[in-house]
Structure formats: C-alpha cells, structure tokens
Nanobody, 125 residues
Framework: QLQASGGGLVQAGDSLRLSCAAS????????ISWFRQAPGKEREFVAV????????YYVDSVKGQFTISRDNAKNTVYLQMNSLKPEDTAVYYC????????????????????WGQGTQVTVSS
C-alpha cells in the first residue's frame, strides 16, 4: 500500500513537501514516481526516482522547482515543491513500478503496479 500525504492550500511562492509512505511490503527495489492530475486534465508525470536514488527524472515544467528523494529505510519517498505556482494545483499521486529508470521509461500510468490515494495541492495566486 502507498499513502500520499502533505498536500494543502498554500499561496504562490510557498513550499510543500509531499510524502509517500509504503506499508505492507517493501518498495526498496521499485521505482517510485509522482504524478498529478488537475481538474479536467489527464494524469501527468511529474518525477521519478530509481530504487537506488541515483537516477531521477522530472517533467520539464518542474525542473529546478521540485526535488524527488527517498529513504528506503523508512520506506518513504518525498517530493519537495518550492516556488509553487497556481498551475501546480492538482491532486498528486505516488506510484510504484518494477522497472529500470531510464530516459523515456516510467512516464505513463500504465507502467505502475501500485498507487497511492492522492493528496490535494492547491496554490492560490
């Protein structure tokens, strides 16, 4: 099971840190990603991290703004979001997939085996 948390209502320019806590099994050998879905839009890939934390990829729109990290000892993945903008408003989901993180892999929801329930992030202008 994956449990996403940390969302909330913030103002533009604020920061939030989302957490994705795993339970029931270890996900230390899984790639973990964050996706987001805004109202009326498709679920969008945000960031992915390999099981070893060595490899990370981000969607272009959040590069330099968001940072994904993980603590396998705590079975938790984080998404640090800085300088938030109204266009970052969405429900954020974490997901786990058993694949090797590389360019072009892990960008679509169908590649993932486990999903968290989502946490709402709302950024006001």
């Amino acid at each position: 099971q994956l449990q996403a948390s940390g969302g909330g209502l913030v103002q533009a320019g604020d920061s939030l840190r989302l957490s994705c806590a795993a339970s029931g099994r270890t996900f230390s050998d899984y790639a973990i990603s964050w996706f987001r879905q805004a109202p009326g839009k498709e679920r969008e890939f945000v960031a992915v991290i390999s099981w070893s934390s060595v490899i990370t990829y981000y969607v272009d729109s959040v590069k330099g703004q968001f940072t994904i990290s993980r603590d396998n000892a705590k079975n938790t993945v984080y998404l640090q979001m800085n300088s938030l903008k109204p266009e970052d408003t969405a429900v954020y989901y974490c997901a786990a997939g058993l694949f090797t993180v590389r360019v072009g892999v892990g960008r679509v929801p169908s590649e993932y085996d486990y999903w968290g329930q989502g946490t709402q992030v709302t950024v006001s202008s």
